[in-house]
């Protein structure tokens, strides 16, 4: 099997045994960047010279007989909306277009740490904001399923990354389910952590209150060896939780689900769901239930009203977190001719640097916080939100996980839902409950749907600090299906 | 500036009108490190040399609060006998400014952390109290310059340059209920209640309160009501006052020029104005009827702030002596009138004589210096007295040497003159000068005996029974010996030699 079709923990295992190099394994991962990048458009910048530079470092550490991590040498693709000093940032927006930040996010600290090569920064919705990636200012990224078709949003650069074996790695971030959906429509894994329980520190914020940092990958086990090399509290961010990662490669190497507790939100299905979908996700309780796992109905009536409390909290938080980029003292500045003000110059920016979607949220958020709105708008959505965490602890009292489908449908086609913002967002109705309560949820593949032969996401929550959980069951599940399969999923998909 | 000045003479308005005064002030807190991280906070630093991600609001940067930025503001609250909230949050007030770097501040809403409290102060022998209503803290901005313009503000500045140096910097802010009632003591009331606020942060110890630096800001709110009206008139915040003479000068101002608009059947305008420090006058600035929406919510960057109760008892339990008790003790301990006390407080002198007296002097020899020779030595060179390079210490061996007889003082001055130039010590000076009292009785009785026979006149007629007439003769030893002789002994001496019993 080529370097690039093997998974992080198999590469990190023959780089500890010495039969490859990490040059060797940054290289054929170059290689393979340059051979299908230009039809997916994974990366917004490759940074080959200093990928094989990082890789000599971790062989020169491993010859000098330094004790390394299980992911040393292992490369990855990084979101680019974490900072990185020796690369551009640009959260995939026009307005930081060139920008090279002076500090590294500590996301990106934590992988340098534990000897990550990073190959380079991959492509996302503007700001974070969508779920297909086209809202990019510098085009979609296309699914490695199928070149027409949408690899997900936002962080649908790391997902296509992965799944088109350009990385084995990438990191992403879920606000809404921004690593979740578009995990699910590219046949991989994909982990949003309790929230906090990840560094936001240089993380280009879009809700501050619910973006999430977290792993994608090939396998379940992948994806926990990845959340706990960059987890755990870091002071720089004081909303990270003063508590030890959750065992997550523990459970992922457990795959046990005999006896344990699972709930259906009832309010997830039916109507809007793709019946491909639907049909996925009742193999998938299926196979719980087949594996010994105790599957029962569960309500969680708030839940309905995510969607909306969602689409007040987060473009009321973004209106003020983008206000910094004016222009001022980075990223684009426009119509600074001389003869005009301050204010205007910083208006013509963000007119010119933005776009529309960015535009769209904007004008949402500074319309909720507004006075004499605020009560009807962000304070109602506010107490939502109240009422979804109680629902998740009523559930979890009745249940060890809950599971859903990752998202309604399958990869849509792109351009399908440009024009349309609300079918957009319909695609993250299912991830958006535990971003608002600050869940840990994960996505694994289960299987494609008959209509359209794409890959179908299976989502498991699990309580604050239970990340655990979703690991337990999402690597049961992934055993179970690949045991009927005869392999992973992603080996059903086109070679590119 | 082409403002048409209509005002009317104070005493008239104040026959016509009720003033309401409310006072907002700022206080920029003296802790190492900014508000939200690490920076340095030295004033006069290099421009945007005191700076990183977080205070630059650069993309990804989060905030991190200064534990003792909230430990002071608590100790601020509980100084004024303000209630301390036991959970608070810290919101974000939206507004584009250049020298913001986020374009929104991290402020405090509707969840102060202290509220409801007061401060006494006294003005001519009153005591008047003022309402606290909420003491919160926020960060500072940056510092713009507007070059180039009539008005120094940002519009039709030709480009303005920004120090992002005091941007982050803790800021307590301190907000007093309407004060009514004061009458034609406005003025003096919110002078007082600055130099009183002050004089608290300093016992604290929590900000070096510049107002010439701006680490103590004020915004003057004054309002006007017809005698016997039940209803407060609109106000004016008129911002940036940067002196306690200028609080003074601004209320009194600001009476004037709204009685004048309200005498002539104007309306006041609820604005804000700007106070000039040359003029004392306030010219309109921006209007509260275009007031913007600050779109206030709660930070999402930061927990909340939940001191526990028994911290805030133990903070309390610390709290050092408060100025009105500590002037209270002092007056006792030096004896003076409250008169006295009351102009070394105006003169900035209290601690100085404190000091003073600390290091040996009594306390009425410390006050003489520093509220008489020092004090006219500070006015001529419109200095601070604490800004005299001069120690209290070496006020104190002054006053020894001449306890001791060393100095009269007349040389005692000269001494002091050698202090301010930088000469040294006093002893060294004294030495260096030749200050020293001519204590030799020898050489005494030579000048004395030099002075006598030049004098033959005065001598007899002192030798006649007229010792008034020895005054002449003690200033002729005085003149010939330069000051350095002790009249008192040469007196003595000049008596003894005429055979006059003393």
Redesign the interface.
Known sequence: MSLTHRNAAELGALMAAGEVSAVEVAQAHLDRVAEVDSRVHAFLHVAAESALEQARAVDARRAAGEKLGPLAGVPIAHKDV??TRDMP?T?GSKI?EG?R???D?TVTTRLREAGLVILGKTNLDEFAMGSSTENSAYGPTRNPWDLDRVPGGSSGGSSAAVASYQAPLSTGTDTGGSIRQPAAVTGIVGMKPTYGGSS??????F???LDTPGPFARTVLDAALLHEAFSGHD?????SIHAEVPPVVEAARQADVAGLRVGVVREFGGEGYQPGVTARFQEAVELLESLGAKVTEVSCPSFTYALPAYYLIAP??C??NL????G???GLRVADDGTR???EV?ALTRAAGFGAEVKRRIMLG?YA???GY?DAY?GSAQKVRTLIARDFEAAFHQVDVLISPTTPTTAFPIGERADDPMAMYLADLCTIPANLAGNAAISVPCGRADEDGLPVGLQIMAPVLGDDRCYRVGAAVEKAFEDRWGGPLLKEAPSL | MTTTRSVMPFDEALERFEPVLGLETHVELGTESKMFCGCPTAFGAPPNTQVC?VC??????????NDQAIESTIRIGLALNCTIAEWCRFA?K?Y?Y?DM????QISQYDEPLCTDGHLDVEVDGRTVRVEIERVHLEEDTGKSTHVGGATGR??GADY?I?DYNRAGIPLVEIVTRPIAGTDRLAPEVARAYVTELRELMRSLGVSDVRMEQGSLRCDVNVSLMPRGAAEWGTRTETKNVNSLRSVERAVRGEIERQAAVLADGGRIVQETRHFHEDTGATTSGRSKEEAQ?Y???PE????PIAPAPEWVEELRARLPELPTARRRRLQAEWGVSDLDMAAMRNADAVDLVEATVAAGAPAADARKWWMGELARRANESGTALADLPIEPGQIARVVELVASGALTDKLARQVLEGLLAGEGSPDEIVEARGLRVVSDEGELIAIIDQVLAANTDAADKVRAGKVAAAGALVGGVMKASRGKADAARARELILQRLGVAG
């Open positions: 974490f900072t940032t959260a930081l920008y930040p002076p500090y996010a936001r520190y240089g993380l280009i914020a809700a501050s209150s002071v720089m961010d004081t909303t009321s938080e209106s003020s206000a910094r980029f004016d001022m003292r980075y003000s301050a204010e910083m500074t916080l507004s006075s605020y962000y | 991600p630059l609001a650069l993309p990804g940067a989060l905030p991190v609060a974000r939206n584009f250049p770097p986020k374009n929104y940002i519009h303005s920004v929406d779109r206030y919510f999402p960057d930061l927990l």
